[in-house]
């Protein structure tokens, strides 16, 4: 297991302290506000802004701003992504659309971004609103880029996994990275090797996340519901080199089942075992090397900075993650 050290933990506490205090006066608000951020999550993205913004000469207050603004925007968009994908469940408990409804997740899910972006404001530095700005503008394409690939289906291609990819999680990871730069005043050559960083590493950490969505039917600590993208009807990289991979009936048993929300006991099990197709296997984990080999190779231009070590051990930890 990952452990932070002290100080960066103290500081990610600051900003799920920061994140409950943006609460509104009306009780309905309040109520759904703190579901919401009671199921705190791993909170990646707002980490990677504090290592790339981590610095004697800013102000602490700054970068926790920063980071509660990168986990603000994280937060808006999986309250709207469980509404898209009519989820039950998020980070172990319901999801907000399941305890109260679409539409209230649609509104709180505006809320949140808007608070993101008043406290974005006061930062007053615009470059870093620029990218953020772009970025949620990134991860709203690419969430209606995947509603068309649902009706791809077979057609798919890896190029556009690899782009909802970096649209969906990779734009976030690099913006974190690259206004966590910008902020802590690092030079055009280092901010740029950040955004870099984040995008491989962002990319990495969704193939681990595709990953992970099968192996919850075989264990229980992953804290997702098991098949969870599959029952959705969506394609990610090990479905896709499974599909590759698979003889004919088994390409149509997949396409068959895929999308269905009851699936049997035995029929999940033969899907998985397709899944773990040593070809598959061997596909998907070079895959994920490769990002994080990259992750890595852009980090290693950064080895002059106070946040190398740490930000090594994350990337190492995220490829072997359960959860």
């Not at 999550?41 to 802004?49: D, P, V």
């Not at 068309?148 to 289906?153: I, V």
């Not at 192996?215 to 098949?227: F, I, Q, S």
Request: include cysteine; charge should be positive; hydrophobic fraction near 40%.
């Amino acid at each position: 297991m990952y452990t932070l050290n002290k100080s960066t933990q103290a500081e990610l506490n600051r900003v799920q302290a920061i994140i409950k205090k943006e609460l509104a006066s009306e009780k309905i608000i309040q109520e759904i506000y703190e579901y919401i951020f009671n199921a705190e999550g791993k909170k990646t993205r707002a980490l990677l802004c504090l290592l790339a913004s981590k610095s004697r000469h800013i102000k602490p207050t700054n970068r926790i701003n920063l980071a509660s603004i990168i986990e603000l925007l994280h937060t808006a968009t999986l309250v709207h992504d469980d509404v898209v994908d009519e989820s039950d469940l998020r980070r172990g408990t319901k999801s907000v659309n399941q305890v109260w409804t679409n539409s209230y997740s649609v509104l709180m899910g505006d809320f949140i971004y808007s608070k993101a972006f008043i406290l974005m404001v006061k930062l007053e530095i615009s470059t870093i609103l620029d990218e953020l700005a772009k970025a949620t503008n990134d991860i709203a394409k690419g969430e209606i880029i995947q509603l068309e690939l649902f009706e791809k289906k077979q057609l798919v291609q890896l190029k556009d996994l690899l782009k909802v990819s970096y649209l969906k999680t990779g734009r976030l990871f690099e913006a974190s990275a690259k206004t966590g730069a910008i902020l802590a005043n690092r030079s055009n050559k280092e901010i740029k090797t950040f955004g870099l960083l984040g995008k491989a590493w962002g990319t990495a950490f969704q193939i681990q996340d595709d990953i992970l969505d099968y192996e919850a039917l075989k264990k229980l600590d992953t804290g997702k519901p098991a098949m969870k993208d599959y029952k959705e009807g969506k394609i990610t990289f090990p479905l896709f080199f499974a599909l590759q991979n698979a003889k004919p009936k088994d390409r149509k048993f997949i396409m068959e089942n895929l999308g269905r929300t009851k699936i049997s006991k035995k029929d999940q099990n033969k899907i998985y075992q397709l899944i773990h197709n040593n070809k598959t296997q061997q596909n998907i984990n070079a895959l994920l090397e490769k990002y994080t080999k990259e992750s890595q190779r852009h980090l290693n231009n950064l080895r002059h900075l106070p946040c190398y070590n740490e930000m090594l051990d994350l990337i190492m930890f995220s490829k072997i993650r359960k959860i």
